[in-house]
């Protein structure tokens, strides 16, 4: 980084978020003034010693957010990358530096064993990430409870020794939101959220195990890549309108070959699949609280309420305002 880069950049520790307490909204305001930036982050605990944090940051001017250690711990890191590339680096030692970039739809797996770490933020835009956090020690045990003898060494080879990473699945995206509205279970909840974890955590390792022994090489072919790409777009903009005729056209295939791709790669309809991306982000905003429910039906493409409102508690079993009651 030049000399210039350094002076318009801001420096900031990373606060030690372990003793924070599940279920309360952590206001990172006392460890970082309102002229640098806001972090907002929730905490949800299982009993089966895995923690999943939601975060919401933005800083005023570019910043590098860093810390020496991880405060003694010795854990894996499971982050998902909603919104924002990020540039990320961890010393593994003196002369072991590793640099690794997150583009908007990429989950990582990462070990850090008290490692000193450190992420560069652009400013005035708004990072939300998600994570899965364990200690190694129950990572292991993970492995050795279900899988074959003859793959745990491979498996901690994969996953223990370096950062890896893939792109966030469809299903993935599905457990995330499914965690986030684990309220409705009430006094089930936590039994819930304890299987949505280990559920999130089988779908991250399973794609990239299968991406990095070549068990299941993921296709080149270009009309796959075109979907994928189509999906993605739909992922992360539910509210636009997806037309299939249209989408065909402009994807130089015919109708009938991309509703049968989509379904053949993504097990589901197009047409049900933005439907279930729509109704799923306004789950999202219903639960953050920030908006009323006529904002978050227009925001999620819908116009007629009385559709939205019916849609939803077919999704869900409730009406939209019931939802985080």
């Known amino acids: ?16 978020i372990y003793n924070h307490p599940h279920e309360k909204l952590f ?20 009993r089966a010693q895995i923690i999943y944090y939601d975060w ?7 910043t590098l957010a860093s810390r020496p250690d991880n405060f003694g711990n010795d854990e894996i890191q499971v982050i998902f990358n909603l919104n924002q590339p990020i540039e990320w680096q961890i010393a ?20 850090n064993n008290d490692y000193q770490t450190s992420m560069q933020y652009d400013d005035s835009v708004n ?18 409870k279900y899988f074959p003898k003859e793959q745990i060494e491979l498996c901690k080879n994969v ?9 966030i699945s469809p299903d993935m995206y599905h457990v995330l939101s499914e965690i986030d509205s684990a309220e409705k279970f009430h006094e089930f909840k936590g039994i819930y959220l304890e299987a949505k974890m280990i559920e999130l955590i ?4 399973n794609d990239i195990f299968y991406e990095k022994v070549h068990l299941n090489p993921r296709s080149t072919d270009s009309d796959t890549t075109k979907v994928e790409s189509l999906r993605q777009r739909i992922q992360f903009n539910p509210a636009d309108e997806y037309n299939a005729t249209q989408l065909a056209k402009n994807l130089c295939m015919s109708e009938s070959k991309l509703t049968r791709l989509f379904r053949s790669l993504y097990g589901i309809s197009l047409h049900q699949y933005v439907k279930n991306q729509r109704l ?27 559709h939205f409102s019916k849609e939803f508690q077919k999704r869900f079993g409730v009406v939209p305002s019931k939802f985080n009651a």
């Open 159 to 167: 996953f223990l020794t370096h950062v890896t990473k893939t792109v």
């Open 92 to 111: 593994h030692s003196r002369n072991d530096c590793e640099t690794v970039k997150m583009f908007p739809g990429e989950v990582c797996v990462f070990r």
């Open 56 to 62: 919401d940051l933005s800083f005023v001017n570019p």
């Open 1 to 16: 980084m030049c000399a210039e880069q350094l002076i318009m950049t801001h420096l900031v520790a990373v606060p030690n």
């Open 280 to 306: 799923e982000k306004a789950a999202l905003l219903l639960s953050l609280g920030e908006m009323n429910i006529t904002e978050i039906a227009v925001k999620c493409g819908y116009n007629n309420m009385s």
């Open 202 to 205: 089988a779908l991250v390792l």
């Open 27 to 46: 206001d990172g305001n006392v460890y970082l003034p309102k002229e640098i930036g806001t972090l907002k982050l929730l905490k949800r605990e299982s």
């Open 127 to 144: 990072f939300k990430f998600k994570s899965l956090q364990m200690s190694t020690s129950h990572f292991e045990s993970l492995l050795s």
